[in-house]
Structure formats: structure tokens, C-alpha cells
């Protein structure tokens, strides 16, 4: 059964920095498409960061500049930094993973809080 298990979130101050990372078992990483999401609390789940097989990224607009989606297939894991947090970064931050065929996977979320 395939799992995605998230790590690293928590509470930081503006400005600061966190690295999420996703673990996954049972899942052939170096074949699927790898993402980011986060949802805020009354919002939907908006995505934050791409990665494809090939190691091309493409990131939300809010958060260009600031944030870097990276994986390593060997250890089965991605990976989000995230810089110069502020408080509109706070949510749940979620993994998901897209197989070939289309079938997606999701972890279970992280909480990331930015504030003072």
C-alpha cells in the first residue's frame, strides 16, 4: 500500500525558514510527478510546487522566488524549502504524487504556522 508521510512543519516567525519533507513507501518515486499543495483554514486546497520526472519545477506565483521544490529518488523524498515565511503561508501542506497512469496519492498534511 502506498504511503506519504510528511515532516517538518511547525510554528516559525515571519521571515524565518522550515523544510518539509514527504517520505514514500511502496512507490516507485522516479516514475511519478511530484507536488505540493497547502490549504488554509476556509480555503481550498490551492497547489504550491511541481516537480516532474525530469526535475523541471513551476511553483504558485505567491510563493516564486521564495520557496524550492526538490526530490531525491534515491531516498524515495521530496522535499519543499521554504524562506522568508509570512503569515499568509500558514496552513496544512500536503505531498501528492502522480503515477503514470494518473492515479494520485496524498499524505497526510503537515501544519505550518508563521507568526510573532
Known amino acids: 500500500q502506498v504511503r506519504l508521510v510528511e515532516s517538518g512543519g511547525g510554528l516559525v516567525q515571519p521571515g524565518g525558514s522550515l523544510r518539509l519533507s514527504c517520505a514514500a513507501s511502496?512507490?516507485?518515486?522516479?516514475?511519478?510527478?511530484l507536488e505540493w499543495y497547502r490549504q488554509a483554514p476556509g480555503k481550498q486546497r490551492d497547489l504550491v510546487a511541481t516537480?516532474?520526472?525530469?526535475?523541471?519545477?513551476n511553483y504558485a506565483g505567491s510563493v516564486k522566488g521564495r520557496f524550492t521544490i526538490s526530490r531525491d529518488n534515491a531516498k524515495n523524498t521530496m522535499y519543499l524549502q521554504m524562506n522568508s515565511l509570512k503569515p499568509e503561508d500558514t496552513a496544512v501542506y500536503y505531498c501528492?504524487?502522480?503515477?503514470?497512469?494518473?492515479?494520485?496519492?496524498w499524505g497526510q498534511g503537515t501544519q505550518v504556522t508563521v507568526s510573532s
Open positions: 501528492s504524487a502522480i503515477s503514470p497512469t494518473t492515479l494520485r496519492y
Open positions: 511502496d512507490l516507485i518515486f522516479s516514475i511519478n510527478r
Open positions: 516537480i516532474s520526472t525530469g526535475g523541471y519545477t
